[in-house]
């Protein structure tokens, strides 16, 4: 089926909340996702992110609007097919793992699938291969660090193609070794695979990496562009309880120290750059 | 920390070992009702020649199955008595009250203890040789034909082996929650009964309530994977029916034949 303008995932006048219960988790939200993208979706908790994110997979029913996702509809008929689509990652490496092991735990999604064996021991294998687990095959999740059992998680996800990967603040409960080694490993499967992520994050840094950052607030896109143009506006993100990226933070510092420094975005390497001039410079 | 539950297992490449779990199990229920046609000297010997066997194959220390036998063992004593002392017949050596001790009642006491002995052995065997997860998969299998009575036997076998898997992570998580309460002054293991008893509870609530977090947690991430019952799924995990697993079934086969001939 041809998307739409390219769009992978469309929400249109998106609204949820819980039974009982009347304050409005996300209120008409509509927003269009590029196929082949990176999203950042940042906020403070209580955002309204992971319910958008749950939404999109069909765990949740939207009280009202609609999402389509790669040209289907969201409804009881097409939910099945559509979680085919979409591969999430949760936040707790350890509750979802299901398998007694990491090959069964990667093969868990597969054998809902119904996918023949001789496929599934294939599919699995390639999978472990790609996050680098091979040697970890029969090991239970007990011998497992948190960021290898992410990285499992994430194995299980490929290994079902899809073409939608959702981390629902995977990496929140890492290290900073564990988090960077896993990021990295997402871009560069993004990067050969093709598919879409959407990253639910409250880490800055991790959401300067994306090609569009949408931030949510009380249930309403507050702001949606590159990474440059939103982190330039940081008191509004600080506004919201968000950080700004370290880079950011440093030009900051710097130009209330009076270095002249220019009033625009810097990636974290534009920024060791630009320190290494200035400081042969002075 | 996650040696506790059937985690009595213990990682070999015997031929025992390597034997499918579904013979495996079903033997060892069929060793069980086998063990009643002994009666006589002759047959307990073959049984214990037969089972002494299956522990030299398995290539485990014999320290392991003495150590399945001790928590038993005021059992096995309380039940020998019972049989020592109110069975009648042949040769009386003494005589009070209701008890009698006669040769009938020893020999019975003896065969009594050794029934009990090899039963605790053999399950023992089992359990050493055989990961809980594939003695979960032996169950599930052994139990298919429930399903036409539409017992839910693949839900049971994921939810053994789902529990199963969770044994570490809350023993680790239990473990937690005493050291927090610990440092808020709870001594465990201290007092009278009853105090030990309410030492408990600020263990057990924070451990529920993780529990049934983890617990939604889990089912939203087995739906997001698919997971809709255990309809249509296919299985990852094969055990291969082998030719040791006919050749152990043959030499159970002639064990019961032997049993029969020798048996009074």
């Given amino acids: ?282 | 920390m996650n040696k506790l539950l059937l985690g009595r297992y213990i990682n070999g490449n015997s031929l025992i070992h390597r034997m499918d779990p579904r013979s495996k199990l079903a033997l060892s229920f069929y060793f069980i009702g086998i063990i009643f046609l002994a009666n006589n000297w002759q047959t307990y010997l073959l049984l214990i020649a037969f089972t002494f066997l299956g522990v030299l194959l398995s290539k485990i220390k014999l320290s392991f199955f003495i150590r399945g036998i001790i928590p038993l063992v005021w059992l096995i004593l309380f039940t020998v008595l019972l049989q020592v002392f109110f069975t009648n017949g042949g040769h009386v050596f003494w005589h009070w009250g209701p008890f009698t001790l006669s040769k009938y009642g020893l020999v019975n006491g003896v065969y009594v203890f050794f029934r009990f002995v090899l039963i605790i052995v053999m399950s023992t065997l089992l359990t050493l040789t055989t990961s809980p997860l594939e003695i979960s998969d032996a169950m599930e299998s052994l139990l298919k034909p429930l399903k036409y009575l539409k017992v839910p036997v693949y839900e049971i076998s994921l939810m053994l082996s789902i529990a199963l898997r969770f044994v570490p992570t809350l023993m680790d998580e239990t473990a937690k929650i005493m050291n927090a309460q610990r440092s808020r002054g709870v001594n465990f293991g201290e007092g009278s009964l009853v105090e030990q008893v309410k030492a408990v509870i600020p263990i057990l609530i924070p451990l529920f309530v993780s529990s049934f977090n983890r617990a939604e947690d889990l089912a939203t991430a087995m739906e997001a994977r698919g997971y809709k019952g255990g309809e249509g799924r296919t299985k990852f995990r094969v055990h291969v029916w082998k030719l040791r697993d006919t050749m152990t079934i043959i030499a159970f086969a002639v064990l019961t034949i032997a049993l029969i001939i020798l048996k009074n």
């Fill in chain 1, 1 to 282: 089926m041809s998307l739409t303008d390219g769009n992978i995932i469309e929400i249109d006048n998106l609204s949820f909340k819980y039974a009982r219960q009347n304050k409005y988790i996300l209120k008409n939200l509509t927003l269009n996702i590029k196929d082949g993208q990176w999203i950042a979706l940042i906020g403070h908790n209580g955002s309204g992110k992971s319910t958008l994110a749950r939404l999109i997979d069909g765990l949740l029913k939207a009280e009202s609007g609609s999402i389509k996702v790669d040209g289907y509809e969201m409804n009881e008929k097409n939910i099945w097919d559509i979680r085919k689509k979409i591969g999430m990652v949760f936040q707790n490496p350890d509750n979802q793992f299901v398998g007694a092991d990491v090959e069964s735990d990667i093969a868990f999604g597969l054998e809902n699938q119904g996918v023949p064996r001789e496929e599934m021991v294939s599919r699995v294998a390639d999978a472990l291969k790609v996050v680098g687990m091979e040697k970890f095959a029969t090991h239970e999740p007990a011998r497992l660090s948190g960021g290898q059992k992410q990285r499992v998680a994430i194995a299980g996800v490929l290994a079902l193609r899809p073409k939608i990967i959702i981390l629902d603040e995977a990496t929140s409960m890492l290290d900073p070794e564990g988090r960077k080694g896993l990021i990295t490993l997402i871009k560069d499967l993004k990067d050969e695979y093709k598919f879409t992520v959407i990253s639910i994050t409250h880490d800055i840094d991790e959401a300067t990496l994306a090609d569009r950052v949408i931030v949510l607030d009380d249930g309403k896109i507050i702001d949606d562009g590159k990474p440059e143009s939103i982190f330039i506006k940081n008191d509004e993100l600080l506004n919201i309880g968000l950080d700004i990226p370290f880079a950011e933070k440093i030009r900051r510092e710097l130009t209330k120290k009076g270095v002249d420094i220019p009033n625009k975005y810097f990636t974290e390497e534009e920024m060791v750059d630009w320190l290494c001039q200035f400081k042969q410079k002075n």
